[in-house]
DNA sequence: TCTGGGGTCCTAGGACCC
DNA sequence: TCTGGGGTCCTAGGACCC
């Protein structure tokens, strides 16, 4: 068995530029929720030296400088265009993983008497032509590798594009293993490379060496794992359905702080019907809620408040109003007055199927799920918004600012690109 | 003075991913 | 002034049970 990984190249910028030429060959990036942070970057902004995660307050002097494009992100795009691609994949493998936003594994089973690098380059030809992103394609016979694979195939340029390990002698992959960085392990994070360093363990040939089981001894069953990875031993299971979530949260930072009930009351609301609604569309029912509310707490000069509260529902619901009901009940009791809160968070937890939900004794209120169904289908075809609670409010002043956001060139008719 | 052993469940915290 | 959002898994330790 061997998978491919496909990867978008900068995803978000590579969607802004495919309705937007201008940016062709530009630096650029793109923001994060509330213009925080960028969180992607093109090939021209990382040879700029721009680092991933720099708040952009920080850079805007260096991008006028420098001509640094930046853009709020909008999901909305990068969603739909994502969808696209995903479906265009799907027609290579029987078996697709989607893996996040921007990344998939297909299955290669069966593909036995292909040339992968070919097929690799058939891949990732289509994408550009039928979508317009630019994607990497890396093949190996367990995911790690295969994402092991994809990460040479970017920063490689004799690769153009595609890396097949299975193509290579093993003096090759020796070669190219050694060259990796410990850090560069899908699964090998910050600390752990850090405390595998410290051990002699620096390169990805030196992990794949490594004796597994001091390894878990030492670590977790985690790096065990990612070094038999690494031999071919596939240890991660292929989902091809993605599983329910276990837990779902809504969460963001106010456009402005807020020191006020009432208006906390609207964004809790809103929240936490966002919420439900990703809830509802998994067929999920939760059993706890929690809400938590933060203070800014870079702004060391000022009162921090940090609270965080979590109650258990009666019957497990799915229902906008009990959820709601109880956010607010957890909000009130929590909030105190003179604190400028910056962000507020929303997570339902406990989370089943709503076929599974056992019923009570004394039948308490559990909702309206054809009231909810209604709800959602509306908001589906007309629109996000179109019908909501009253108490989500109206000029919402705490929306997140995106000062720098493209129109939704796909999913919204006032966006659609206009041809000349 | 002397104070078992084994199991389960839950939670908090730490690590990782994109 | 301005620092994102949304997930997963694993482990250790405490509570509790017999």
């Known amino acids: 068995m061997s998978y491919a990984l496909i990867d978008g190249n900068c995803f978000y910028?590579?969607?802004?530029?495919?309705?937007?030429?201008?940016?062709?060959?530009?630096?650029?990036?793109?923001?994060?929720n509330n213009?925080?942070?960028?969180?992607?970057?093109?090939?021209?902004?990382?040879?700029?030296?721009?680092?991933?995660?720099?708040?952009?307050?920080?850079?805007?002097d260096f991008a006028k400088k420098h001509r640094l494009i930046a853009k709020s992100s909008n999901y909305a795009l990068y969603g739909d265009m994502s969808a696209r691609m995903m479906s265009v994949l799907s027609s290579f493998s029987p078996d697709q993983e989607i893996y996040s936003i921007d990344e998939c594994f297909l299955g290669m089973q069966g593909f036995a008497n292909y040339d992968l690098t070919d097929y690799g380059q058939a891949i990732k030809k289509k994408v550009k032509q039928w979508i317009g992103l630019p994607v990497c394609v890396g093949f190996g016979s367990t995911k790690t590798l295969a994402k092991f694979a994809n990460n040479t195939a970017k920063k490689r340029p004799e690769f153009r594009g595609v890396c097949n390990l299975g193509q290579l002698?093993?003096?090759?992959?020796?070669?190219?293993?050694?060259?990796?960085?410990?850090?560069?392990v899908w699964g090998i994070g910050y600390q752990w490379s850090k405390r595998l360093n410290a051990i002699g363990i620096a390169t990805a040939k030196d992990?794949?060496?490594?004796?597994?089981?001091?390894?878990?001894?030492?670590?977790?069953?985690?790096?065990?794992?990612?070094?038999?990875?690494?031999?071919?031993?596939?240890?991660?299971?292929?989902?091809?359905?993605?599983?329910?979530?276990?837990?779902?949260?809504?969460?963001?930072?106010?456009?402005?702080?807020?020191?006020?009930?009432?208006?906390?009351?609207?964004?809790?609301?809103?929240?936490?019907?966002?919420?439900?609604?990703?809830l509802r569309r998994q067929d999920s029912v939760a059993g706890l809620i929690q809400v938590s509310l933060r203070t800014n707490p870079f702004r060391e000069d000022q009162p921090q408040h940090q609270p965080h509260l979590g109650l258990q529902l009666v019957v497990p619901s799915s229902d906008t109003r009990v959820l709601v009901e109880m956010a607010l009940h957890a909000l009130r009791r929590m909030f105190k007055n003179g604190y400028a809160y910056q962000k507020a968070a929303v997570m339902l937890m406990d989370i089943s199927q709503d076929t599974a939900t056992q019923a009570t004794l004394f039948s308490c209120?559990?909702?309206?799920?054809?009231?909810?169904?209604?709800?959602?289908?509306?908001?589906?075809?007309?629109?996000?918004?179109?019908v909501k609670l009253a108490a989500e409010g109206v000029d919402q002043y705490w929306q997140m600012r995106r000062e720098m956001i493209s129109p939704s060139y796909t999913t919204s008719w006032n966006g659609l690109p206009v041809a000349r």
Not at 35 to 54: F, P, Q
Request: glycine residues 6%.
């Open 13 to 32: 910028v590579s969607c802004e530029r495919v309705f937007n030429s201008k940016l062709e060959g530009k630096p650029v990036v793109v923001l994060s």
């Open 169 to 184: 002698s093993a003096t090759e992959l020796n070669e190219l293993l050694a060259s990796t960085d410990v850090r560069d």
């Open 35 to 60: 213009d925080g942070c960028v969180i992607t970057r093109s090939s021209e902004a990382k040879l700029l030296g721009v680092k991933m995660g720099v708040p952009w307050y920080q850079l805007k």
């Open 365 to 386: 209120e559990t909702g309206n799920p054809a009231l909810m169904k209604t709800m959602d289908k509306i908001n589906t075809r007309w629109g996000k918004g179109t």
């Open 207 to 278: 992990l794949r060496d490594a004796d597994p089981a001091t390894l878990r001894r030492k670590f977790s069953v985690v790096v065990e794992r990612t070094v038999l990875e690494l031999r071919g031993v596939a240890c991660l299971a292929f989902d091809e359905v993605a599983p329910p979530k276990k837990q779902i949260i809504f969460s963001r930072t106010f456009g402005e702080y807020i020191s006020s009930l009432s208006e906390l009351e609207e964004a809790v609301t809103a929240y936490t019907a966002n919420a439900a609604v990703k």
